[in-house]
């Protein structure tokens, strides 16, 4: 089942890798807002509503935990993301799904949408 109609918050610093990231999500019918920092990130969160996030786990230096954090308290679904496995996240972050880079459609998909 395709993403149509799904906001989808797309936090990943490495321009190349966000950019085949929202293609993708796009040409699948989703509706897509690519940041690349942690910043932006929080900014768009507080600030707009989203269906799902993929949030890289690293953003120059920084964890992504914030935006978690706060996507946690609006009850957004998200995953992480990293080009280096699984990751060991803080205890309250502990059952959120990492996908590997790179990213597979169909594993999105199985998260992102309502079953």
């Given at each position: 089942?395709?993403?149509?109609?799904?906001?989808i918050?797309?936090v990943e610093?490495?321009?190349?890798?966000?950019?085949?990231?929202?293609?993708?999500?796009?040409?699948d019918?989703?509706?897509?807002?690519?940041?690349?920092?942690?910043?932006?990130?929080?900014?768009?969160?507080?600030?707009?509503a989203?269906?799902?996030a993929?949030?890289?786990?690293?953003?120059?230096g920084?964890?992504?935990?914030?935006?978690?954090?706060?996507?946690?308290?609006?009850?957004?679904?998200?995953?992480f993301a990293?080009?280096?496995?699984?990751?060991?996240?803080p205890?309250?972050?502990?059952?959120?799904t990492?996908?590997?880079?790179?990213y597979?459609?169909d594993?999105?998909?199985?998260?992102?949408?309502d079953?």
């Amino acid at each position: 089942m395709p993403l149509t109609g799904k906001r989808i918050l797309v936090v990943e610093d490495e321009p190349i890798i966000a950019f085949s990231l929202e293609d993708m999500l796009l040409e699948d019918g989703a509706d897509v807002v690519a940041v690349g920092s942690l910043e932006e990130g929080l900014d768009q969160v507080k600030a707009g509503a989203f269906d799902f996030a993929i949030l890289d786990i690293n953003l120059h230096g920084k964890k992504s935990y914030p935006i978690a954090f706060e996507l946690v308290r609006k009850g957004v679904r998200f995953v992480f993301a990293s080009g280096y496995g699984d990751a060991e996240h803080p205890a309250e972050l502990a059952d959120v799904t990492t996908l590997t880079k790179p990213y597979v459609l169909d594993d999105i998909r199985d998260i992102a949408i309502d079953n």
